[in-house]
């Protein structure tokens, strides 16, 4: 078909991702078109396939952050800073659109990312609103979509090695208020928690310790720093990991605890590992994963427990995790966690992998794939 690109469609929860032709798309004036040079794979698209998250419009185009470069804009565009942005640029893009900024939540709560306007590309695009997703040769950027080139020296497997991953960490850090001297527990060591620990360590954190499963995320969380590490499948008993903690901490338990795990029984193990007046925040609980028992006398009000959720990101967060990894890719290897690169078609594979944590990070890469 003359004029058409390939994307990937997540047609329902369960089934299996299908291949589709769709038209090229032209951009909106004050929109663009990128042509994708990679896309991501996250533990999010393996709950979307799960059906996990309310209000997924299937089918979708999955692919939430993504690189590309700029094929064709309509109008002059620039960035935050005011600097035009030209075709041939390589950029990624704050993938939030629609937040409204005059409903209550944006004026009054001032709680941008809980806006009831605010759309999320490859997760609350439909495919058949156009490609609004990375799982596909181009990706229409919508007017008002915020694209940031990418940092001199930094390239597109730097960025993606973080992915998502990177802005939610830096916001969870924020949120948890990560200060100098802290000591910091990070549960999970998928991407979240992973560059939550890097972000903590640049905070000024003394210690971080990450707990996590399986291995080879273990020895990426070593590899960027981590004082120590716990094998969540080795050591299956919660009192054990959370001696573990206490073991660590001079029997007090830590100052600040992420959680980044997904599994609701890592919040009462995680207040567990909270030291009395800590605060503890939880990232990791994206989709609805079920329930848990607390104990509201000793797990929040005698621990004098702060307990902070945190729901997806703003663009300062993406801003300023760039800024900071182009500051630090010296010191954290980012583009290593990238475990392996998929083609377009390799989609349902990609996610095969990522469904039982055989890989760190997949990308997906659209113009390695055979026509
Ligand atoms: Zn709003
Ligand atoms: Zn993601």
Not at 31 to 57: F, K, M, N, Q
Not at 150 to 177: I, K, N, Q, S, Y
Not at 194 to 223: D, H
Not at 235 to 240: E, G, H, K, N, Q
Request: net charge neutral; aromatic share 6%; glycine share 12%.
């Amino acid at each position: 078909m003359a004029g058409s690109v390939r994307a990937m469609v997540m047609v329902g929860p369960g089934r299996p991702v299908e291949g589709r032709r769709v038209a090229a798309p032209r951009p909106q004036p004050g929109g663009a078109i990128l042509e994708t040079l990679a896309s991501e794979v996250c533990g999010t698209d393996v709950h979307l396939w799960h059906g996990r998250l309310a209000g997924v419009p299937y089918p979708i185009i999955p692919g939430h952050v993504s690189c590309g470069r700029i094929l064709e804009t309509a109008g002059a565009l620039e960035d935050v800073d005011g600097r035009p942005l030209h075709v041939g640029q390589v950029v990624t893009f704050f993938d939030v659109f629609g937040t409204c900024g005059s409903c209550w939540h944006c004026l009054v709560a001032r709680s941008g990312t809980r806006c009831p306007r605010r759309r999320v590309y490859g997760i609350t695009t439909s495919a058949e609103e156009g490609l609004l997703g990375g799982w596909a040769e181009r990706i229409e950027i919508r007017p008002g979509v915020r694209m940031a080139p990418l940092p001199d020296g930094l390239d597109v497997a730097d960025f993606m090695g973080g992915g998502c991953g990177l802005p939610t960490g830096l916001h969870a850090v924020e949120r948890a208020g990560v200060a100098l001297g802290d000591v910091v527990v990070v549960q999970g060591s998928g991407p979240v928690g992973l560059n939550a620990a890097i972000f903590s360590l640049l905070s000024g954190a003394q210690a971080v310790f990450v707990a996590g499963a399986p291995e080879a995320r273990l020895a990426a969380a070593r590899a960027l720093g981590a004082d120590d590490v716990l094998d969540i499948a080795a050591v299956s008993d919660p009192a054990a990991r959370v001696r573990w903690v206490r073991d660590r901490t001079a029997g007090r338990g830590a100052d600040v605890v992420i959680e980044a795990s997904g599994n609701p029984q890592a919040v009462r193990e995680g207040l567990e590992m909270l030291r009395d007046a800590g605060r503890y925040a939880v990232v990791g609980q994206y989709t609805d994963a079920g329930d848990v028992t607390l104990n509201p006398h000793a797990h929040l009000n005698r621990r004098h427990a702060t307990v902070l959720g945190c729901w997806g990101y703003e663009y300062t967060h993406l801003h300023r995790a760039l800024a900071l990894m182009a500051r630090h890719r010296g010191r954290f290897r980012w583009r290593d966690l990238i475990t392996r690169e998929y083609a377009l078609e390799d989609a349902g594979q990609a996610l095969l992998d990522m469904e039982r944590l055989a890989v760190v990070k997949a990308l997906i890469r659209p113009q390695d794939a055979r026509p």
